[in-house]
């Protein structure tokens, strides 16, 4: 599992989790310390047959806020299952922005790829921007996890990041995608973003030289769609 890089985005709380899968569900306490922009593993034998997880539910019993990124589910020797925190959920039982239960659920069986080519202007990296997106297809639309490397310094000018994310829906022919700006005051600038799921490909350009950002005394945007 792992947290977002914001304030009160570790959490000292209890944590437990449900996974449900096609056969039995069970469920287990995954621990209290979560510090912010972590990463975590967890062990928990059973004898439970699960078969396919399809999704999990977080619950907590603590006011400290947790805003969890993704969860990763390995059952055995198999493939890592990631949940993403698609919706921006918080988890605490006192927020008014936060809920003691959050479910994450997996969209599909594709893999999407984002490749996101940070421009070379002054200033135009960025060291704290909490970036998702919404991939229109002609078929529907699927939602990604945050934009983010574990380990590595993503949006560094001139440099081209690529973000892979699993369990997503298939979307066909890829017409939109749309950025949220979920945290971050450095403003980031981008000039082409290409998205491929599965032998779906298409690039969006930045024609417009927008920043990204959600400062409100920057003239970046929290949200932008390219089609």
Not at 29 to 39: A, C, E, H, I, W
Not at 86 to 93: A, D, E, I, V
Not at 97 to 113: F, K, V, Y
Not at 135 to 144: C, D, H, N, Q
């Amino acid at each position: 599992s792992s947290g977002i890089n914001a304030e009160y985005g570790g959490t000292k709380n209890n944590i437990n989790i449900t996974l449900f899968g096609s056969i039995n569900d069970v469920s287990f306490r995954l621990g209290n310390d979560f510090p912010k922009y972590s990463m975590r593993t967890v062990e928990y034998e059973s004898e439970i047959d699960l078969g396919r997880v399809h999704c999990i539910e977080l619950e907590t019993d603590g006011e400290d806020w947790w805003w969890p990124r993704t969860i990763s589910i390995t059952l055995d020797s198999g493939k890592p299952i990631n949940f993403y925190n698609t919706f921006s959920q918080k988890l605490s039982t006192n927020d008014k922005d936060s809920s003691p239960l959050i479910w994450m659920c997996n969209q599909g069986e594709a893999t999407c790829t984002v490749e996101a080519d940070t421009d070379t202007r002054a200033y135009a990296n960025s060291n704290g921007l909490v970036l998702m997106a919404t991939i229109y297809g002609k078929s529907g639309a699927t939602l990604t996890g945050i934009f983010d490397n574990h380990g590595k310094n993503d949006f560094k000018k001139g440099n081209v990041d690529t973000f892979e994310f699993t369990q997503m829906k298939k979307v066909g022919a890829i017409r939109c995608i749309a950025l949220r700006v979920l945290v971050g005051e450095d403003a980031w600038m981008f000039n082409t973003m290409t998205v491929t799921c599965g032998n779906k490909k298409k690039t969006f350009t930045n024609d417009d030289n927008v920043w990204l950002s959600n400062d409100p005394d920057d003239s970046g945007v929290e949200f932008l769609k390219l089609c």
